[in-house]
């Protein structure tokens, strides 16, 4: 039993049980550790860069306001305005007069003399300026008739008469101008209206006037949707919206002679599909969002777009001499393919030189995208292209297909700075106020008319505002 007790007692020091498990095991941590350090500080330097390059468009020195001796040495400053040779440019002599007024003098204005004779000559300044009207008020008085044949009581509408309606048509034409294309709040509209025309209205009464326009433009604005999916191409984007502060998408769809916009709770492409139909027959300009991808038609991707996608690649391999220049070489194909666009769009037809190098552009691209670039995520990205290698060249066969969507976006761009103003909605009755009058106002801009007389001419006469922005085959119904 002492024995026993004495015996030397075998301790495990390893609780692996096994030494170059624990080795190897170690060795893979530290693997594992230091790729992932690798990785951060790959990202920390993409990260800096993208920083440097914001900071650099924020706060660029303006090099035009140096003076000469900021200048360095032996270096002549650029010279302020106008380039040299540029002409010169003055305003227009207006084509009529509407007062005359001679100015005659009785002294000197320089030394107070009245010992004065009158030269043989004289000069002609022309001014013009702007008469504030003043507010009219028409009565219009209906006198009553008997009707014989419907035994009816009657009376008519006088011109430019809007029933029931105290505010007259060229008011309200005037607040939904500036509240649609000058993007003027409601209560800045009545401010104005007081100070210029001492034309009081309240706040609440202005969605009435944007309604009144909308209820008489509903008709030619079904009318406009009917005929997208009949047009050879569309431009097709859309952009954020609120109504009570919930998240809504404001689409626009532009044809060559129509704009229509449409405010959707969804983000599907079932709004492309109400818009154009499940089976579009034209070429459809959009941008690279997945939803454009259900509908059945010919597609071309704003390369635009895709030349901001490359733009953040080459920040991302700013690093990898190699990776960056292989985006430097796609960008600059990309940039041919645009030019060429825009070129054969003058002209009537392709010339063979035009054919050959349109072929040589569709090649230089599939070759460019078939180089592997032994990335994952730039792989992924560089197949995603390889795969719709025919919707970013679409433009190269239909010379009316433009290479990118810059048009829709243009159009875009007043909604949005009306939204960062009005913040949106809040109610159906305003979303479809906004759908329908700006879908009627930039269509009536497309046909050369000015929005102010049509918004006018669509409450005093709605027929002949039809005629303005749809063809003759079509009625407001």
């Known amino acids: 039993m002492k024995e026993t007790e004495d015996a030397p007692v075998q301790r495990n020091d390893n609780p692996d049980g096994n030494p170059e498990r624990k080795i190897k095991r170690l060795e893979k941590d530290k693997d594992r550790l230091k790729k992932k350090v690798t990785d951060l500080e790959e990202e920390n330097r993409r990260l800096k860069e993208q920083v440097a390059e914001y900071r650099a468009l924020l706060f660029k020195s303006n090099r035009n306001t140096a003076s000469e001796k900021d200048a360095k040495p032996g270096r002549i400053p650029k010279k302020r305005g106008a380039p040299k040779g540029h002409p010169g440019t003055t305003r227009k002599t207006p084509d009529r007069v509407d007062e005359h007024v001679d100015v005659f003098l009785e002294e000197c204005p320089e030394c107070g003399g009245h010992d004065l004779k009158e030269c043989k000559r004289h000069e002609d300044h022309y001014q ?25 009581v009657v009376y008519g509408q006088g011109e430019g008469e809007m029933p029931g309606s105290y505010i007259g048509p060229v008011a309200k034409g005037i607040a939904g101008w500036l509240h649609y294309q000058m993007r003027i709040p409601y209560r800045q509209i009545r ?49 954020g919206w609120r109504k009570e502060g919930v998240n809504h998408w404001l689409w626009c769809c532009a044809v060559m002679k129509a704009v229509v916009f449409l405010i959707d709770r969804r983000r599907s492409g079932e709004v492309v599909t109400n818009l154009l139909g499940k089976k579009y027959g034209g070429v459809l300009i959009s941008d690279f969002l997945a939803t454009y991808n259900g509908i059945i038609c010919r597609k071309q991707r704003c390369l635009v777009h895709l030349l901001r996608l490359i733009k953040k690649w080459q920040i991302r391999f700013a690093g990898d001499k190699k990776r960056k220049a292989y985006f430097v070489e796609f960008k600059k194909l990309i940039k041919s393919i645009i030019a060429f666009s825009k070129r054969t769009a003058a002209k009537a037809g392709l010339t063979p030189a035009d054919i050959v190098r349109r072929a040589d552009l569709i090649a230089r691209l599939r070759r460019k995208l078939a180089q592997p670039l032994h990335h994952p995520r730039a792989d992924k990205f560089r197949i995603k292209l390889l795969k719709m290698i025919k919707e970013l060249t679409t433009c190269l066969d239909f010379p009316d297909v433009c290479a990118h969507n810059n048009r829709v976006e243009r159009l875009l761009r007043g909604s949005v700075i009306m939204r960062k103003v009005t913040f949106g909605n809040r109610s159906d009755n305003g979303i479809r106020n906004h759908e329908v009058i700006m879908s009627l106002i930039e269509t009536a801009k497309l046909h050369s008319a000015d929005p102010l007389r049509f918004l006018h001419l669509l409450l005093t006469n709605p027929t002949q505002a039809a005629s303005v922005i749809l063809p003759n085959k079509l009625s407001p119904g």
């Open 128 to 152: 013009e300026d702007i008469v504030i009207p003043q507010t009219k008020v028409t009565r219009f008085r209906h006198h009553f008739y008997y009707c014989a044949k419907c035994k009816t």
């Open 191 to 239: 401010r104005l209206f007081h100070e210029l025309f001492r034309l009081d209205f309240d706040p609440s009464s202005a969605p009435g006037f944007d309604r009144q326009i909308r209820c008489r433009g509903d008709p030619l604005y079904e009318q406009l949707k009917k005929l997208l999916p009949e047009q050879a191409f569309a431009h097709l984007d859309e952009t």
